[in-house]
């Protein structure tokens, strides 16, 4: 495995590190998983650039914001697509995924659901079926894509950036919605085609638990 200067900092959880996680033993790269604690990420705030993680620090500086990490560490690594368009369903894939995402995240369902800082909405069942339906919308439209390539996976025949992405998205709703990773049968075959990659396969079976 290639050696590397990268330091991913992020919390001792998946959530937004995850993706990066996965490419980073996709790519077959050795780097720093630094995790903290929940409880101590106060005493390092003041010293990160943004004062939130995850933070990435290379050879050329730190980066902050997940997506902007991962795309970063997507394209050193040949992850991100092999020309322009490919490069573009991938961003595509973040972005129709990051709304999913930011559903679940605190502060909303997960602020009540898992962390309770808040109280239980009244409409709690309707609000986690909106975000159920949203899932679903967009995991149909990322069939689309998949079909239009005909690939084993979305984009390519082997996973990337786009693959990484969704499966630690999915990986991390699913506790807001437990049948999510097989909420419709592309779906499932999807997440049986990640988890059976062999470098993937090894990295998930060896990562720490958690419950996001």
Known sequence: MAASQDKLLYLNAKARGEAIRMLYALGGEKYEDKRVDFQDLPQIKGDLPLGQVPTLETKHGVLTQSNSIARYVAKKL?????????????????????????????????????????????????????????????????????????????????????????YAALDFCKVGCPDLMNLTPWTKGFTEAVEADPKLKKYLAERPKSLL
């Open 78 to 166: 040949g992850l991100a697509g092999k020309e322009l368009w490919e490069e573009a369903l991938h961003d595509v894939v973040i972005e129709a995924v990051q709304a999913c995402i930011d559903a679940y995240a605190v502060p909303n369902i997960y602020a009540w659901k898992v962390f309770k800082f808040i109280p239980t909405p009244e409409n709690s069942e309707q609000i986690l079926e909106d975000a159920k339906n949203k899932w679903i919308k967009v995991l149909n439209y990322i069939e689309s894509i998949a079909e239009k390539r005909g690939k084993k996976y979305i984009i390519g025949d082997s996973p990337g950036l786009a693959e990484c992405w969704l």
